[in-house]
């Protein structure tokens, strides 16, 4: 994911930026796993980064500048900026810290003020311009990730559930999605079609083409909208659920293409299966 | 004496939270009777829970009256061993609030209007939590805790002067807690809360004020925009900090 769009004023090493122009680059690699050796409701980061501009990596081998991992869980209110010694390791969050979206940053950071910084590869609009940084500024800045983390495993079924509303009209029904559970309200004519589509196997398929696939682009549409629902357990299931089957589900901005996400992803259960059970 | 708590189950979480949304007035009722009139079901859950602690029912909800400060700490020390992430669990909040805390909540929650639509949204906003920002800023219980946990884990402070400063004001606790991405670092947050408390209480140089504190905080936001404020040392932190409340309280 990329990194928000900030506005520096100095040259910063980053994607998408034509501060350097000789092809440096700062990139990482993260795994997050829940520790299973040291202590339960532990989660670990192994990273590994590769600094491409001998300027940078200089700074930090004169301790002028470090090696920093920014770690942010909004679950959990926890927020924390880890200086690395290492390009490669291995580190452990505080026990209980995090949950639901860990967005993990990585950064080089002046620790000292640096006069007249002037790295190699910067672009030639910069000319000999000699930078004032300050102790705390951002030098080069990584992609940021987002890992779900969660400590309990669920399917995607068990975050759908449906509920009878006496409110709604009969042939009606509406998908509330303003918790960590999917829950579609029916009106009593479709609950009873519900029932009677879910216990016969010839009628199941006929909810994945319909009903289903109403839920899954309505949530996909409210997660792409970014409706705050990002840490609800049924958004974050439903983003593993499309990044397994290599669709990243932000690409897919109108209506029209998150339908035609809906249909491929359900396809097997549906029209597939319609078609499976004629012939 | 602890036990360990009973919470509702996911499925009936979901539906109190149905019956609280389609009407107010089926939903306001202590756990032990929802539970019996919609077959609810409760089932075990790893928390730790001092069913002894209770919490002290405000006489009115102004204030320097609704006992939050003095709840805050005995809703903490009712659930020992808890970690954040167990502070996520949506359902051991809605229990308590409909189940041990029932009168505390009804009291300081209390309804201003007698309709059916307000007395709904009143249930889903201090009864239930499913956001993290409802979390600490709306759910009658879990709010509580949030300073509770924030007054006992913010490094070189102790928790009376991390009290003094968050309860100070409403205003300064939900704008303290509005910017979780300045304030979830207990570093900074220690140093902010620590200048506060210097100011308001020890020099008592400056009084609270609403516009001027949020001032504050949008300078800090501004200024760690350009600088990781958790990269620069104390004195350099300090100093970035004072400067921002100078800037926001000169006349």
Redesign the interface.
């Known amino acids: 994911m990329p990194s928000k769009n900030?506005i520096?004023?100095h040259p910063v090493l980053r994607n998408g930026s034509t501060d350097y122009a000789d092809g440096s680059t700062f990139e990482s690699i993260f795994s997050v796993a829940i520790s299973e050796i040291t202590s339960k409701?532990t989660v670990e980061v192994s990273y590994v980064l590769q600094v491409r501009n001998m300027y940078l990596l200089k700074l930090v081998e004169n301790k002028k500048a470090?090696l920093?991992l920014?770690f942010?869980s909004?679950?959990?209110?926890?927020?924390?900026?880890i200086?690395i010694e290492n390009l490669q390791g291995r580190l452990q969050l505080p026990?209980?810290?995090?949950?639901?979206n860990l967005e993990i940053e990585p950064?080089i950071?002046a620790?000292t003020s640096i006069s007249d910084f002037l790295p190699n590869g910067l672009n030639e609009e910069y000319g000999a311009i000699k930078f004032e940084i300050?102790?705390?500024?951002?030098l080069a800045v990584g992609e940021r990730e987002v890992f779900p983390i969660s400590?309990s495993r669920r399917s995607f079924q068990?975050l759908i559930?449906v509920?009878t509303?006496?409110?709604l009209d009969k042939n009606e029904y509406e998908i509330?999605l303003?918790?960590?559970?999917i829950?579609i309200?029916m009106g009593t004519n479709v609950r009873q079609a519900w029932e009677l589509m879910s216990s016969d196997p010839n009628f199941r398929p006929f909810l994945f083409i319909s009903i289903y696939k109403d839920t899954f682009v309505e949530a996909l549409s409210a997660l792409v909208s970014g409706d705050?629902v990002e840490?609800?357990a049924w958004a974050r299931k439903l983003k593993e659920t499309f990044e397994k089957v290599g669709l990243n589900i932000t690409d897919e901005s109108d209506f029209t293409k998150l339908n035609r996400a809906v249909l491929r992803l359900l396809g097997k259960k549906g029209i597939e299966q319609v078609i499976a059970d004629v012939n | 004496m602890s036990i360990n708590l009973k919470i509702l189950s996911?499925?009936s979480?979901?539906?109190i939270?149905?019956i609280a949304?389609?009407s107010g007035y089926s939903a306001l009722f202590e756990l032990e009777s929802l539970v019996v009139e919609h077959d609810l079901r409760l089932i075990n859950s790893p928390y730790e829970f001092d069913s002894s602690v209770e919490l002290l029912i405000p006489d009115s909800t102004s204030w320097d009256k609704n006992f939050d400060r003095e709840n805050s700490l005995r809703i903490f020390s009712a659930l020992p061993n808890f970690?954040?992430?167990?502070?996520?669990d949506?359902r051991l909040w809605v229990s308590l609030a409909f189940g041990n805390y029932f009168e505390y909540a009804k009291k300081r929650w209390s309804a201003e209007s007698t309709k059916s639509k307000d007395l709904s949204q009143l249930i889903l906003n201090h009864w239930?939590c499913?956001?993290?920002r409802s979390r600490?800023r709306d759910h009658a219980i879990s709010r509580l805790w949030?300073v509770g946990h924030i007054a006992n884990s913010t490094p070189g402070l102790k928790s009376k002067e991390v009290l003094d400063v968050l309860y100070l004001n409403s205003d300064l606790i939900n704008s303290f807690?509005g910017h979780?991405?300045t304030?979830?670092?207990?570093r900074v947050s220690s140093a902010l809360i620590s200048l506060l408390h210097e100011k308001y209480f020890n020099v008592k140089a400056a009084a609270f004020n609403r516009d001027r504190f949020r001032n504050f905080m949008h300078l800090i936001d501004l200024r760690s925009?350009?600088?990781?404020?958790?990269?620069?040392?104390d004195t350099?932190l300090r100093n970035l900090l004072l400067d921002c409340f100078h800037e926001s309280h000169k006349n």
Do not use: C
């Open positions: 900030r520096y004023q409701d470090g920093f920014s942010y909004s679950e959990t209110l926890f927020k924390k900026l200086k026990k209980g810290a995090v949950l639901g950064f950071i620790v300050e102790a705390g500024a951002t400590f068990d559930r509920q509303s006496m409110e509330s303003a918790s960590n559970i829950t309200n705050d840490e609800f | 996911e499925e979480l979901e539906n939270r149905n949304k389609e970690l954040p992430i167990h502070a996520a949506e239930f499913p956001t993290s600490w949030w807690l979780p991405r304030t979830s670092s207990q925009g350009k600088l990781h404020l958790d990269a620069i040392s350099e």
